[in-house]
Structure formats: C-alpha cells, structure tokens
C-alpha cells in the first residue's frame, strides 16, 4: 500500500494511492484519519483497516463512498507535512 499526502482545497489529504488513483482514507473507511501525522501516530490501529479498505477497492467491493482524485492531477505534498504545531511542540 502506497499512502500520498496531497493538497486538497488547500488542506493536507491523505489518500491511498492504487492503480494511479487516490483513494481519501476518511472517505474509504470513516474510522481512518484525513492526515498522516494521525495515521503514524495510530498505526497499529489504523493499518488494518486499510488494508481491509484497499482489498476492497481492488477487488472493487467499496462502491461509490471513496472520494478519488487521478494522481497526475493531485498536488502531491509531503508525506507528513511539516505543521505550525508540529514545530511548535519540537521546539519545547
């Protein structure tokens, strides 16, 4: 599984990037989070739902929920962009 960070209505989006397509991950499944920070920091709770949601999305099972976006038409941003508050608290 491929996680993207991509600039959507000018906030981070973190999405799953399968066969050239990203997948929102709080649109595949409502339990994931929309930004990656939140991910890695609930990791063991969140990578089996997405890789529960990826199968799904391969095997063309989720439906029409997911809100995609072709990523050659995505502004691909950092993995895990670097926050206000993020820096914030590293500077503590």
Not at 26 to 34: C, H, R, Y
Not at 43 to 50: G, H, L, N, V
């Amino acid at each position: 599984m491929k996680l993207v960070t991509y600039l959507k209505d000018n906030h981070p989006q973190l999405a799953m990037l399968i066969d050239g397509v990203l997948y929102d991950t709080d649109t595949v499944n409502q339990e994931l989070p929309s930004n990656m920070a939140m991910f890695l920091n609930y990791w063991d709770e969140f990578m089996p739902i997405a890789i529960a949601a990826e199968k799904q999305i391969k095997e063309g099972t989720l439906g029409k929920r997911a809100v995609n976006t072709p990523y050659n038409e995505a502004e691909i941003m950092a993995p895990v962009p670097f926050s206000y508050q993020l820096q914030r608290w590293l500077c503590l």
